[in-house]
């Protein structure tokens, strides 16, 4: 099964969190089966909550690697280096890499060859910003974000496609579901048109998904997912998201 629900920790956590977590999430989570359940926490903790998960279980990932696999790149961590810590999937294209870090569609095309190379499952992030969704360029940046990252499309497998538009991340609201499951659409057109041989897993939505709005975004028929940044870091939330997702697709 290809991965659904994704806890992006981003820039929190520590091996005592991850236990905490994990108890909380075990304590909640009322599905059969982990395996479409995802953590990217900080790549530091990847070994350490590799070992302590069942397996088969949960997935756990890194939130980024670096567009080249090794060299002389002072703190950065390659695809290969996650896979070897146990890694089996890794974001990239983040919209906070993208704006933080100055990252470009043409380091992303980079990044996703070399964590599909290393058999991690890619997941590749995009979104528009206010300032784009407001002068009605959605698409366009969508289609834009695509072609230029897939270039090197046909060697993917198994990719796994984020739509998070940059304005609902971390604001405390996300799009109105039928936004997002026309954009879902329009993203699969996009992707079906231009890269008929890519194997696209789905199309999941990340953008201040919570408890409180899990049920009618994770309904719609586009919406395959969710990936999930505050709200991830309660393990109790994120199961009772799981356990919303579970019975809304009856996993
Ligand atoms: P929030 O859920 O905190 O809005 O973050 C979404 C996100 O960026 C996940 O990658």
């Known amino acids: 099964m290809s991965l659904t629900l994704i806890a992006n920790w981003k ?3 520590s091996k005592s969190f991850s ?3 994990l108890n909380s999430f075990n304590d909640s989570y009322q599905g059969s089966s982990l395996s479409s359940i995802g953590i990217a926490p900080p790549s530091i903790f990847i070994d350490d909550l590799t070992k302590h998960i069942d397996n088969p279980g949960i997935s756990i990932g890194s939130q980024n690697v670096d567009h080249f696999p090794s060299g002389a790149r002072t703190g950065e961590i390659s695809a290969d ?3 070897d810590a146990g890694g089996q999937f890794s974001l990239a294209g983040h919209s906070e890499r993208r704006i933080f870090f100055q990252e470009t569609n043409a380091d992303i095309a980079l990044k996703l060859d070399l964590i599909s190379e290393s058999s991690l499952i890619p997941i590749l992030c995009i979104g528009e910003s206010i300032d784009e969704k407001d002068q009605n360029k959605t698409e366009i940046i969508l289609e834009q974000q695509i072609i230029e990252s897939l270039s090197a499309g046909s060697k993917l497998q198994n990719l796994i496609i984020a739509y ?3 304005w609902a991340i971390g604001s405390g609201s996300s799009a109105a579901p039928e936004e997002i ?11 079906q048109s231009r890269f008929s041989a890519l194997d696209l897993q789905g199309v999941i939505y990340g953008g201040s998904v919570n408890i409180e709005n899990a049920f009618p975004i994770l309904e719609e028929e586009e919406v395959d997912g969710a990936l999930i940044g505050g709200a991830s870091l309660n393990g109790e ?3 009772k998201i799981a356990n919303i997702f579970n019975e809304l697709k009856e996993l």
Not at 181 to 191: A, G
């Open 11 to 13: 820039l929190h956590g």
């Open 19 to 21: 236990r905490d977590w």
């Open 81 to 83: 280096m996650v896979a």
């Open 164 to 166: 998070e538009p940059v």
């Open 181 to 191: 499951n026309s954009i879902h659409k329009l993203i699969k057109d996009i992707v």
């Open 237 to 239: 939330e994120f199961a």
